[in-house]
């Protein structure tokens, strides 16, 4: 049984960087795409990214520019970097592997989450 | 960016009852839309992927139909342990994005 979790520190500064890890047990990272995906407080879910575990990323524009997902496949883990923080990115942050079927991506694991507040 | 408006975003039905919860896409994407469920203070559970294939393991009075810009899902029989907020999601183009939610309560 494939299972994710995340770790990282549970409160970031306006203006660092938050920096989470998610670690795979139970399978192999290779051969598939991981996602992170975060929910606000109350909110609806938002895809941040995806990385294969060959090292090819896709991510949301609308983070773009502050996003940056690695993996490593010897630790078979997987990181998230948000630079910039805001009150705005306070949310639980989920990692997700994300299964390809016929080119249909779905996420079919996904770890407990962590909640991360962005405050002074 | 692919907008996914879900309705109702909440209602309230019996024990037994036959619940839809209907999705729908700003722009016709095919079969790309998974079903998930999300119970209080847990992490989505996938339900449906493809619109219409139920994960293994999952009751089979969860089913999901449609495609291009209207799906649909449907619980034949809800059962108490089906309380859950309901997410559909697109998987059609980058970046994927999930609807609002529809938050399902029982009687």
């Known amino acids: 049984q494939v299972q994710l979790q995340e770790s990282g520190p549970g409160l970031v500064k306006p203006s660092e960087t938050l920096s989470l890890t998610c670690t795979v047990s139970g399978g192999s990272i290779s051969s598939y795409y991981w996602s992170w995906i975060r929910q606000p407080p109350g909110k609806q879910l938002e895809w941040i990214g995806y990385?294969?575990?060959?090292?090819?990323?896709n991510y949301n524009p609308s983070l773009k520019s502050r996003v940056s997902i690695s993996v490593d496949t010897s630790k078979n883990q997987f990181s998230l970097k948000l630079s910039s923080v805001t009150a705005a990115d306070t949310a639980v942050y989920y990692c997700?592997?994300?299964?390809?079927?016929?080119?249909?991506?779905?996420?079919?694991?996904w770890g407990q989450g962590t909640l991360v507040t962005v405050s002074s | 960016d692919i907008q996914m408006t879900q309705s109702p975003s909440s209602l309230s039905a019996s024990v037994g009852d036959r619940v839809t919860i209907t999705c729908r896409a700003s722009q016709s994407i095919s079969s790309y839309l998974n079903w998930y469920q999300q119970k209080p203070g847990k992490a989505p559970k996938l339900l449906i992927h493809?619109?219409?294939s139920l994960q293994s393991g999952d009751p089979s009075r969860f089913s999901g139909s449609g495609s291009g810009t209207d799906f649909t899902l449907t619980i034949s029989s809800l059962q108490p342990e089906d309380s859950a907020t309901y997410y559909c999601q697109q998987s059609y183009s980058t970046p994927w994005t999930f609807g609002q939610g529809t938050k399902v309560e029982i009687k």
């Open positions: 990385i294969y575990y060959s090292g090819d990323t």
């Open positions: 493809a619109a219409s």
């Open positions: 997700a592997r994300t299964r390809d079927y016929s080119t249909k991506y779905y996420f079919d694991y």
